[in-house]
C-alpha cells in the first residue's frame, strides 16, 4: 500500500462528492450522481485496504497514530456509502425532482416545507403537509433497501450490527451519553411541558393536541419577524462576523451562495469544497428568526473550515470528530441569544418574550435529538420491521405532540450524527461560559474572543471535543452549563 497516494486519493474523493452534494442541494443541477465518484475511488474501500490501516494503525504511535485512526473510521463509513451510493442518490434526485400538489397549486417537494410553515391556515397547513408525507412514503421504500443494505454490510465488517461498528470506528461510548440525557430527560420534562404550552396556547391548541406541522409553524416565529427581514440576514452576519474580526468581504477563501432557485434547499448549509482555500456556505433567506440563527449556525462551519491551517495533513483538515465542527456551530448560532446582540444588531430592545420563545426552542430540539438517539439505537440493534411505530412513540414520549410514524427513516442521519449534534450541544454551552468567563457577556463583538476561536479553528479536527475541552479547563462533556443556562432563562 502506498499510503501517501491512499492520503491524495481520499483527499480527491472527499472533494468530488461535496461537489456534487453542492451542485443538488444549491439547487444547479436536479440529478446527483455520488455514484460514479465512488466507481472512480473504488480502489479506497476495499476489505485488503482497511485491514492493512487497522494494522499499521496498531503499530503506530503520536500523530500518525492518530491520522490513521481517522482515516481508517472515515474509509470504512466511505465502504459503507459506497454499498449504497445508487440509493443515495435517487433519494437526493426525489426529492429535487418530486413535487406536491395542494388545492391546485404545484410545488417543488423541498420548496413545500417552506410553504407549510409559513402558512397560517391550520387546514391548507394540514393538505401541505400531508402530500409531502405522500412523497415521503415513497421515499421510504429507498431507505428501506438503503438501510438493509448498511445493515448487512455491517455484519461483514465483523460487527454484530451497525450500532456496534460506529460505536468503535467513531469512539463515541452511547452508553454514558444516553446516560447524560437521560438526566437532561428527566430534569427538563416540567420545564418543556410548561414551555411549550405557554407557546402553543395562542394558536387554540394543547401540546397533546398539535401535529408535527403546527410545531413547524410555532417555531418559524413569525410574531418575531419585524425583527428578522430576509434582506438584513446577510448583513447582519458580516457585522457580527466583524465584531469577531473576520472580514467576510475579504475572506477570498469563504463564498457566499444567495442565489434563489426554485430546487434549492430551504435550509442553510455549508461546504468545504477544499479545506481551507473553497468554503461556500449557501443560504436562501425566507425571512423569520431562524434565518439568522441558521446562517450564523453554518458561517461557525465556514469560519471553522476557512480557519484551519494549511499545512495540517489532509486528515485533520477534512476528517475526525464532527462533534467539534458543530460544537463551534453552535458557538456563533446561540449569539443569537444575546439580549444586547439582539439590540444592537436586529433592532430588539425588549427581548424578554423572544428569550423566552428561543429558549423554549432550544429545549425542544435537544429533547427532540435524545429520543432520535434512543430511537436510532433501538433501530440499528433490532431491525427495520415496524420501526415506524416505535419512532413515533420515542419521539412522542420526549415531545409529548403527535409525532408523524412515516419520518421512521426520513428522520434517520448516517452514522448516528444526532449523537454527534447531542455531544456539540454540551460542548457548545461550556465553550460559550468560557468565553464569557474570559471575556465577558458580549464576548462576540470582541477581537479578543475572535484570537480564542481562530486558535482552536486551526486545529481542524484533530482533537474530540473531550480534548479540547480539557485545553479550556474542563474534565470533559459536563451538562450542567447547559442545563443551567436552560433553568436560568425558562424557570422565571
Known amino acids: 500500500m502506498d499510503l501517501r497516494k491512499v492520503r491524495r486519493d481520499a483527499e480527491s474523493f472527499v472533494r468530488a462528492v461535496s461537489q456534487e452534494v453542492y451542485e443538488n442541494y444549491a439547487g444547479l443541477k436536479e440529478e446527483m450522481d455520488t455514484a460514479a465518484i465512488y466507481r472512480q475511488y473504488a480502489h479506497l474501500f476495499s476489505m485488503e485496504l482497511l485491514e492493512e490501516l487497522r494494522v499499521r494503525r ?19 463509513d466511505e465502504r459503507l456509502q459506497d454499498a449504497v451510493k445508487e440509493l443515495s442518490d435517487r433519494r437526493a434526485t426525489e426529492e429535487a425532482k418530486r413535487e406536491v400538489r395542494v388545492n391546485g397549486e404545484t410545488m417543488p417537494y423541498r420548496l413545500a416545507a417552506v410553504k407549510q410553515q409559513n402558512e397560517d391556515d391550520r387546514t391548507r397547513r394540514r393538505r401541505i403537509f400531508d402530500a409531502r408525507l405522500g412523497v415521503i412514503a415513497d421515499l421510504n421504500g429507498i431507505l428501506t433497501d438503503r438501510w438493509n443494505r448498511l445493515h448487512k454490510l455491517a455484519m461483514e465488517l465483523g460487527y454484530d450490527h451497525y450500532a456496534h461498528l460506529f460505536g468503535d470506528i467513531k469512539g463515541i461510548d452511547f452508553a454514558h451519553l444516553q446516560t447524560i440525557l437521560t438526566r437532561f430527560l428527566e430534569r427538563t420534562e416540567s420545564l418543556y411541558r410548561d414551555g411549550m404550552e405557554a407557546m402553543l396556547k395562542p394558536l387554540g391548541l ?25 434582506e438584513d440576514a446577510v448583513p447582519v452576519l458580516k457585522r457580527t462576523l466583524k465584531g469577531l474580526g473576520f472580514d467576510l468581504d475579504r475572506q477570498k477563501n469563504i463564498r457566499l451562495d ?54 495540517l495533513p489532509f486528515e485533520f483538515r477534512y476528517l475526525g470528530d464532527n462533534s467539534v465542527t458543530e460544537g463551534w456551530a453552535f458557538v456563533l448560532e446561540y449569539i443569537t441569544l444575546d439580549p444586547e446582540w439582539l439590540r444592537r444588531h436586529v433592532g430588539m430592545e425588549e427581548a424578554a418574550a423572544f428569550l423566552d420563545f428561543t429558549y423554549t426552542y432550544k429545549l425542544f430540539f435537544l429533547r427532540r435529538y ?72 458580549a464576548w462576540w463583538a470582541t477581537k479578543g474572543a475572535g484570537a480564542f476561536l481562530k486558535r482552536h479553528w486551526s486545529t481542524g479536527q484533530k482533537f474530540s471535543v473531550e480534548e479540547l475541552l480539557e485545553g479550556i479547563g474542563y474534565a470533559g462533556l459536563d451538562i450542567d452549563p447547559f442545563l443551567e443556562e436552560l433553568e436560568t432563562h425558562l424557570s422565571r
Open 258 to 311: 444567495t442565489e434563489e432557485r426554485p430546487r434549492k434547499s430551504a435550509r442553510a448549509f455549508c461546504v468545504a469544497l477544499q479545506v481551507p482555500d473553497d468554503v461556500v456556505l449557501v443560504t436562501m433567506p425566507h425571512g423569520g428568526h431562524d434565518d439568522f440563527s441558521t446562517i450564523l449556525h453554518e458561517a461557525g462551519h465556514a469560519e471553522h473550515f476557512g480557519n484551519v491551517k494549511r499545512t
Open 370 to 441: 435524545a429520543a432520535k438517539l434512543n430511537y436510532e439505537l433501538i433501530l440499528n440493534t433490532r431491525g427495520v420491521d415496524a420501526m415506524d411505530t416505535t419512532y413515533a412513540h420515542e419521539l412522542r414520549k420526549a415531545l409529548k405532540y403527535q409525532v408523524p410514524p412515516q419520518y421512521y427513516l426520513v428522520d434517520v442521519d448516517d452514522g448516528f450524527y444526532a449523537a454527534q449534534y447531542l455531544r456539540a450541544w454540551i460542548f457548545d454551552a461550556q465553550v460559550r461560559a468560557a468565553l464569557r468567563e474570559e471575556f465577558g457577556d
Open 58 to 76: 496498531r503499530d503506530a504511535s503520536g500523530d500518525e497514530a492518530r491520522r490513521l485512526r481517522l482515516l481508517q473510521s472515515a474509509l470504512t
Open 206 to 230: 394543547t401540546l397533546e393536541a398539535a401535529e408535527a406541522h403546527d410545531i413547524n409553524y410555532l417555531f418559524r416565529g413569525k410574531a418575531f419577524d419585524a425583527n428578522f427581514r430576509k
